[in-house]
């Protein structure tokens, strides 16, 4: 056992709470709090949900805004000794019930602001029109999904005495949890507080839901550095200009954001005009930062590392590079190295063998995930890999197709399946499939990613969908907005918005290959 297996996430803010009492904690909304007033009211919190019914190892949703209200019910939540899993309020009510029911969630938690949509949540999730309810402290209240009989069996430990659970797309059109234990998190934060050179006077820019993995640095490294998460409001995410602006505001010292958001502040926000005097470390992941844009950076940044972390949701961060201040556009960039004495990274041939070629990137270590969340039970893909190194480890096969070089550096050469990336977002285009399916009069579909001048958009090819279910062979200018905006519609019903396509082309027939399967290189190939 490790010094890590010990550490609880809720107890990296209550250290600093110990060590900083007075330090600012957490800003939102037009306030601050020390830690020692967010520590107290974690506790009390927690205290309100034990008392409640809430034992050890209970999964626990939270569907609140991001704010303060969202990050005092994750850290009660933990603090209590639940399994833990922040949800997106814009999430549709069946996608969010699909989450809950495939988690095993037993109880949410909700602000007032959301308490209506928890509550219709609750009600797809099959909790009955009158599920259990109760007022907390700082506008949060709780809706019981689960009677306590019906609670899933308690998970393996280390998550028997609680965890936290993050949802990624899934090939079958359900959201997969990706369950995580106390120390996979705590072993990131810690290290990538350590690496970013966090101090207890940071002021750490959170701007991504929370939701996404990436919050766990804006949550945890934070807190284990004594420093100040400062969440930015939703809304700024969508005008690059104000972004830019509350950061200067905020005088923020330390930003972690996926590409899309730096390239908009690049290219609509005026940074290059106007670059935060305050900001000391950046750090992106996510997605590939377009070579041009990311040379500007390191001319605007100077002297300011900037981090290239990556990692999927089942890791967290596995590898990291600080890039070259001298690095240009010309140049292949790298993902880095393993994160240091931690995780081992190693590209794997069809054979299961370690390759000097490219092959699919496997991780090991204390970052990787204990399984994922479906149906109320825990399957774990993981599978034992003996690597380069002859040791054989529980290693988790990424997906990512890369490369690795004789001194440890990994470049990524694509994916070998159904997902892509959208701004940082990981969607498996047969989940975003399986909705087109679930609409009235839809026959066939096929949703690819295209390549050419449309590349990184994501078009449902769809056979039916008119009148009499059936549509005859139409051209992109034949189809009708009425039609095509019918079936978006429907998927906005079903799908949150990142996930929804570019385009909807209707078809009488779908291409198929000499195997008589549906040829989506073929359709990610056409121009339409």
């Known amino acids: 056992m490790s010094d890590l297996d010990d550490i609880r996430l809720d107890g990296l803010l209550a250290t600093s709470a110990?060590?900083?009492?007075?330090?600012?904690?957490?800003?939102?909304?037009?306030?601050?709090?020390?830690?020692?007033?967010?520590?107290?009211?974690?506790?009390?919190?927690?205290?309100?949900?034990?008392?409640?019914?809430?034992?050890?190892?209970?999964?626990?949703?939270?569907?609140?805004?991001?704010?303060?209200?969202?990050?005092?019910?994750?850290?009660?939540?933990?603090?209590?000794?639940?399994?833990?899993?922040?949800?997106?309020?814009?999430?549709?009510?069946?996608?969010?019930?699909?989450?809950?029911?495939?988690?095993?969630?037993?109880?949410?938690?909700?602000?007032?602001?959301?308490?209506?949509?928890?509550?219709?949540?609750?009600?797809?999730?099959?909790?009955?029109?009158?599920?259990?309810?109760?007022?907390?402290?700082?506008?949060?209240?709780?809706?019981?999904?689960?009677?306590?009989?019906?609670?899933?069996?308690?998970?393996?430990?280390?998550?028997?005495?609680?965890?936290?659970?993050?949802?990624?797309?899934?090939?079958?059109?359900?959201?997969?949890?990706?369950?995580?234990?106390?120390?996979n998190v705590a072993h990131f934060a810690l290290w990538a507080a350590a690496e970013l050179g966090l101090t207890e006077t940071d002021r750490v820019g959170s701007q991504a839901a929370l939701t996404f993995d990436l919050t766990t640095f804006d949550l945890f490294s934070t807190a284990a550095a004594g420093a100040c998460a400062v969440l930015m409001p939703d809304v700024l995410r969508a005008f690059p200009r104000d972004v830019v602006?509350?950061?200067?505001?905020?005088r923020i010292t330390a930003f972690y954001a996926v590409p899309s958001l730096y390239q908009g502040m690049l290219e609509r926000g005026g940074i290059a005009q106007d670059f935060?005097?305050?900001?000391?470390?950046?750090?992106?992941?996510?997605?590939?930062?377009?070579?041009?844009?990311?040379?500007?950076?390191?001319?605007?940044?100077?002297d300011?590392?900037?981090?290239?972390?990556?990692?999927?949701?089942?890791?967290?961060?596995?590898?990291?590079?600080?890039?070259?201040?001298?690095?240009?556009?010309?140049?292949?960039?790298?993902?880095?190295?393993?994160?240091?004495?931690?995780?081992?990274?190693?590209?794997?041939?069809?054979?299961?063998?370690?390759?000097?070629?490219?092959?699919?990137?496997?991780v090991a270590g204390a970052t990787v995930f204990q399984g994922y969340l479906q149906d109320g039970t825990l399957t774990d893909p993981t599978r034992t890999v003996r690597f380069r190194d002859g040791v054989a480890r529980r290693a988790y096969a990424t997906g990512d197709i890369g490369r690795i070089t004789a001194d440890g550096r990994v470049f990524l050469r694509g994916r070998g399946d159904t997902q892509v990336k959208r701004r940082g977002h990981r969607i498996d285009l047969l989940d975003v499939e399986s909705a087109v399916l679930a609409l009235p009069r839809v026959t066939a579909a096929a949703v690819v990613a295209k390549d050419g001048a449309h590349h990184g958009e994501i078009w449902a090819y769809v056979q039916g969908g008119g009148e009499g279910g059936a549509a005859a062979e139409q051209s992109s200018e034949d189809i009708t907005e009425e039609i095509t905006e019918d079936i978006l519609a429907g998927?906005?019903?079903?799908?949150?918005?990142?996930?929804?396509?570019?385009?909807?082309?209707?078809?009488?027939?779908?291409?198929?290959?000499?195997?008589?399967?549906?040829?989506?290189?073929?359709?990610?190939a056409r121009t339409d």
Request: with cysteine; charged share 20%; hydrophobic share 40%.
């Open 18 to 183: 110990r060590r900083h009492p007075s330090r600012p904690a957490l800003t939102a909304r037009g306030r601050t709090w020390t830690y020692a007033e967010l520590d107290r009211a974690v506790d009390g919190l927690a205290r309100q949900l034990r008392s409640a019914g809430l034992e050890t190892g209970d999964r626990v949703g939270v569907l609140a805004p991001k704010g303060p209200e969202a990050v005092l019910g994750i850290y009660a939540a933990l603090r209590a000794g639940a399994v833990v899993a922040p949800l997106d309020v814009a999430d549709p009510p069946v996608r969010t019930a699909h989450m809950v029911r495939g988690a095993g969630i037993s109880l949410l938690l909700a602000s007032d602001r959301s308490l209506e949509g928890c509550r219709r949540a609750a009600a797809e999730a099959g909790a009955g029109p009158e599920p259990d309810e109760g007022a907390l402290d700082h506008g949060l209240h709780r809706i019981r999904t689960l009677a306590p009989a019906d609670r899933p069996a308690p998970l393996p430990a280390p998550t028997d005495r609680g965890g936290y659970v993050l949802f990624t797309s899934g090939s079958t059109g359900r959201p997969k949890g990706v369950l995580l234990s106390h120390a």
């Open 276 to 302: 935060p005097a305050s900001l000391r470390v950046a750090a992106f992941a996510g997605e590939p930062f377009a070579p041009r844009p990311l040379e500007r950076y390191l001319h605007l940044l100077g």
């Open 304 to 362: 300011v590392p900037f981090y290239n972390l990556y990692g999927p949701t089942e890791t967290n961060v596995c590898t990291y590079s600080r890039v070259p201040a001298g690095w240009t556009a010309d140049q292949e960039i790298t993902i880095g190295r393993a994160v240091d004495g931690v995780v081992v990274v190693d590209v794997l041939g069809e054979d299961g063998l370690p390759t000097d070629g490219t092959g699919e990137i496997h």
């Open 491 to 524: 998927l906005r019903g079903l799908l949150p918005l990142r996930m929804l396509p570019d385009r909807v082309v209707l078809a009488a027939a779908l291409p198929v290959n000499a195997r008589g399967k549906v040829d989506r290189r073929a359709l990610a």
């Open 245 to 250: 602006g509350w950061l200067h505001d905020q």
